[in-house]
């Protein structure tokens, strides 16, 4: 079945770089018109650009998710959403014990606060204009932990019950709220890592022995985007070559 977008708006959070810059070139070219959204202005109107190019409808804004005044004045300006991917984030890391408080808070506050932040704002629109689809981007980490990345772990575990708890509340405006929880992806910014020797040996720990590519969450995301996953709500999708269910 073809998943198609058209006449859809999107909202794409953190567009400026990685999987969603990705996810942005997945729903235009499904036909939605899709902003790219992130703190580098320069850099997501580069990517909208880009995609304009290639025939799709696209366009760019300046959105910082920790910034309270940023997130009102961008959705006093912008147009209702029919679908938000809330994929803006941040890893942190480093041993618990010695983590300042300030790093855990700002990881809390990008991946946890400032997903709800744009969630709720985008809602408000959507229960105005008759429903939409937001899909958080957690992580497999949200339901396993590992090393190393605790304000991470708790921030995506957060994120996945958040997902639950909006699904609830606003199923009644006809806002389905979906988590999709990518495990590890290669992107630019972690291939010197999986190049390296720790990183061979992490591969070998996932059950189908490779990394996703970021064309593996492609049907995923359009699905919890367009309306054939009308009765998902709620949902947690791991898409991660059985890493979830590798061996104890
Ligand atoms: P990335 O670092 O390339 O992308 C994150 C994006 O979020 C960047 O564009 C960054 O500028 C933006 N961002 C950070 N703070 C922001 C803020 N305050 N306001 C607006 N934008 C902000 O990393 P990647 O890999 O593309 O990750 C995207 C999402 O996917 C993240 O939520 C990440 O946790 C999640 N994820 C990634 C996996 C992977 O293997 N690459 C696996 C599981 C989840």
Redesign the pocket.
Known sequence: MDIRLDGKRALV??????????FAAVLAEAGAHVTL????IE?VQGEAEALRKRGCSADAAA?????PEGVAGFFEAAPAFDILI??????GSGAAIDMPLEEFQSVL???LT?AFAVAQAAARAMKASGGGSIVN?????GIRVSGHVSA?CAS?AALVQLTKALALEWARHDIRVNAL??????????ADFFASEPGRALITRIPQRR??KPSDLDLPLLLFASDQSAYMTGSVLAVDGGHLVSGL
């Open positions: 959070t953190g567009a400026s770089s990685g999987l969603g810059v990705h959204a992130a703190r580098r850099r959105l910082d998710v920790t910034s809330n994929n803006a984030g941040i890893s506050d990008t991946n400032g981007i957690a992580s497999i980490l991470y995506k929880c990518p495990g590890y992806i290669e992107t630019p910014i972690n990394l996703g």
